[in-house]
């Protein structure tokens, strides 16, 4: 019985956790040109799990992941989402997940 609650709090906090990095997401954001955009996307959509210095939370850092994945990589994450992260399709537009995931590209 208390594996079951155990595992029930696990769930519930995993779900809160989940719900809290996606916090903000508004479908109809502005578009802002250059690094100057994608910082602010950052920090309106990737800050809640991944820290203002890109260290990491409850996702990974991401301070060098320049050097471990290409832009092309980190684009189809960004468009797909991952191992508990949601898929920004349907919330950011193109340019804004290719702004992203160039600005990330060149962190390495």
Request: charged fraction near 15%.
């Amino acid at each position: 019985m208390n594996r079951r609650k155990g595992y029930l709090v696990l769930m519930m906090f995993l779900g809160v956790v989940l719900t809290a990095c996606n916090q903000g997401n508004d479908a109809s954001s502005t578009t802002l040109p250059g690094e100057a955009g994608a910082v602010a996307l950052y920090k309106k959509q990737c800050l809640s799990c991944h820290a203002a210095d890109l260290s990491g939370r409850v996702g990974p850092s991401l301070q060098h992941i320049g050097s471990n994945m290409t832009k092309e990589e980190l684009l189809g994450i960004i468009q797909g989402g991952a191992v508990g992260m949601p898929a920004f399709n349907n919330i950011l537009n193109g340019e804004e997940m290719e702004a992203l995931a160039q600005w990330l590209s060149i962190h390495q």
